[in-house]
């Protein structure tokens, strides 16, 4: 299969950072594109830094699944912030799953204990990351966020400027706020779990490669798109200063769904054994 892996800020060495972990991650058989934002900021922090990422990502992947299905298709998308910017919006967009790495490692923490805690890079984030935790109905299994306050020298070089503050926070986690599994959050973290194997007495989550095992396992599933509910592509409408290639997948997703919709409706429509 073939996944499109996007880091939402503009930091080449976070995308050095995700490339690596997700090649680490992924099956033999999977094939990586690994893109970064084409403007933003250079690690994001709080919800408007999101907002601006998602349209970022939003072209990211209308250029790479939203033209002719047939040339180069992308099997699966993975959003690679914590936060997972834009989502589940992004999900309208395509036919193909879209896995923010927030929805992934939660749900990996939560196949695995019945607490989680998760260690962050900025006190400033905790109260995005808070939100998110609750949308995905698990803030009554939240034990902690517990987060780096002190200034960041370079966003590529977190996990060396303090690794033992995030390992010394992530034993903190398991002994005073009782997490049965705690996830190292963000994308400037990815690997660090590897790193810190065996060193704290539980379960450890990397999101990137979270990211990248649930994409494929989704993709695996094959269980289709949303043609209709809460996720369906956007209603047609009128609409200007879009892109060009932003425009196109919107059309080719509203198409798709509205084609598979009428077969659907005219097969219903045929009695059985005609």
């Given at each position: 299969?073939?996944?499109?892996?996007?880091?939402?800020?503009?930091?080449?060495?976070?995308?050095?950072?995700?490339?690596?972990?997700?090649?680490?991650?992924?099956?033999?058989?999977?094939?990586?594109?690994v893109?970064?934002?084409?403007?933003?900021?250079?690690?994001?922090?709080?919800?408007?830094?999101?907002l601006?990422?998602?349209?970022?990502?939003a072209?990211?992947?209308?250029?790479?699944?939203?033209?002719?299905?047939?040339?180069?298709?992308?099997?699966g998308?993975?959003?690679?912030?914590?936060?997972?910017?834009?989502?589940?919006?992004?999900?309208?967009?395509?036919?193909?799953?879209?896995?923010?790495?927030?929805?992934?490692?939660?749900?990996?923490?939560?196949?695995?204990?019945?607490?989680?805690s998760?260690?962050?890079?900025?006190?400033?984030?905790?109260?995005?990351?808070?939100?998110?935790?609750?949308?995905?109905?698990?803030?009554?299994?939240?034990?902690?966020?517990?987060?780096?306050?002190?200034?960041?020298?370079?966003?590529?070089?977190?996990?060396?400027d303090?690794?033992?503050t995030?390992?010394?926070?992530?034993?903190?986690?398991?002994?005073?706020?009782?997490?049965?599994?705690?996830?190292?959050?963000?994308?400037?973290?990815?690997g660090?779990?590897?790193?810190?194997?065996?060193?704290?007495p539980?379960?450890?989550?990397?999101?990137?490669?979270?990211?990248?095992?649930?994409?494929?396992?989704?993709?695996?599933?094959?269980?289709?798109?949303?043609?209709?509910?809460a996720?369906a592509?956007?209603?047609?409408?009128?609409?200007?200063?879009?892109?060009?290639?932003?425009?196109a997948?919107?059309?080719?997703?509203?198409?798709?769904?509205?084609?598979?919709?009428t077969?659907?409706?005219?097969?219903?429509?045929?009695?059985?054994?005609?």
């Amino acid at each position: 299969m073939k996944l499109l892996v996007i880091n939402p800020n503009i930091s080449a060495d976070v995308t050095a950072l995700i490339d690596a972990e997700a090649r680490r991650s992924a099956g033999a058989d999977t094939e990586l594109i690994v893109r970064t934002a084409g403007h933003g900021v250079e690690y994001i922090e709080t919800r408007f830094e999101a907002l601006i990422a998602a349209g970022a990502v939003a072209e990211i992947i209308a250029e790479h699944c939203g033209g002719d299905p047939a040339a180069d298709r992308i099997d699966g998308v993975v959003v690679a912030a914590f936060g997972d910017p834009g989502m589940p919006a992004l999900k309208e967009l395509t036919e193909v799953p879209v896995i923010g790495i927030t929805e992934a490692a939660l749900c990996a923490a939560a196949l695995q204990g019945q607490r989680f805690s998760i260690i962050s890079i900025s006190d400033r984030i905790t109260a995005w990351y808070r939100d998110c935790v609750e949308h995905f109905g698990l803030g009554s299994r939240l034990a902690s966020i517990r987060s780096i306050n002190q200034s960041l020298n370079g966003i590529g070089t977190v996990q060396q400027d303090f690794k033992e503050t995030l390992l010394a926070l992530s034993r903190q986690a398991v002994a005073e706020d009782g997490a049965d599994v705690v996830i190292l959050a963000g994308a400037p973290l990815a690997g660090l779990a590897r790193e810190l194997e065996g060193q704290i007495p539980v379960p450890v989550v990397d999101g990137i490669s979270a990211g990248i095992r649930m994409t494929e396992a989704v993709v695996a599933l094959q269980s289709g798109f949303h043609r209709q509910g809460a996720f369906a592509p956007p209603p047609v409408k009128h609409r200007r200063g879009l892109s060009e290639t932003l425009d196109a997948a919107l059309t080719a997703i509203q198409s798709a769904a509205s084609t598979s919709v009428t077969a659907n409706a005219v097969a219903a429509a045929v009695p059985a054994g005609k």
